[in-house]
Nanobody, 121 residues
Framework: QVQLVESGGGLVQAGGSLRLSCAAA?????????MGWFRQVPGKAREFVGA??????YYADSMKGRFIISRDNAKNTGYLQMNSLKTEDTAVYYC???????????????WGQGTQVTVSS
C-alpha cells in the first residue's frame, strides 16, 4: 500500500520559513511521475501550490518567488520550501503524486494526510 507522509508543518511568524517534506513509502515513483503540493483552508476548495516533474517545476502565481519545490528521487521524498510566509498562507498542506505527468488539478493518484501550517502576524 502506498503512503505519502508529510512532515514539517507548524506555527511560524509572518516573514518566516518552513520546509515541508513528503516521504513516499510502499512504492518507488519513477521520474516520469509528478509530485504536487496543494493547500486547503476550511470552507474553501483545495488549491494548487506547485508541482515538480521531469518536465520542470510549476507554481501557482501567488507562490512564485517565495516557494521552492524539489525532490530527491533516491530518497523517494519531495520538499516544499516556503519563504516569506504570510498569514494568508495558513492552511493544511498536502502532497500528492501523479503517475503520468504534472497537473494543476486535483487529479493525482496518491495523497498524503496533510500537515497544518499556521502563520501568525
Amino acid at each position: 500500500q502506498v503512503q505519502l507522509v508529510e512532515s514539517g508543518g507548524g506555527l511560524v511568524q509572518a516573514g518566516g520559513s518552513l520546509r515541508l517534506s513528503c516521504a513516499a513509502a510502499g512504492r518507488t515513483f519513477s521520474s516520469s511521475s509528478a509530485m504536487g503540493w496543494f493547500r486547503q483552508v476550511p470552507g474553501k476548495a483545495r488549491e494548487f501550490v506547485g508541482a515538480i516533474s521531469r518536465g520542470g517545476t510549476y507554481y501557482a502565481d501567488s507562490m512564485k518567488g517565495r516557494f521552492i519545490i524539489s525532490r530527491d528521487n533516491a530518497k523517494n521524498t519531495g520538499y516544499l520550501q516556503m519563504n516569506s510566509l504570510k498569514t494568508e498562507d495558513t492552511a493544511v498542506y498536502y502532497c500528492a503524486v501523479r503517475l503520468r505527468g504534472t497537473s494543476y488539478a486535483n487529479d493525482y493518484d496518491y495523497w498524503g494526510q496533510g500537515t497544518q501550517v499556521t502563520v501568525s502576524s
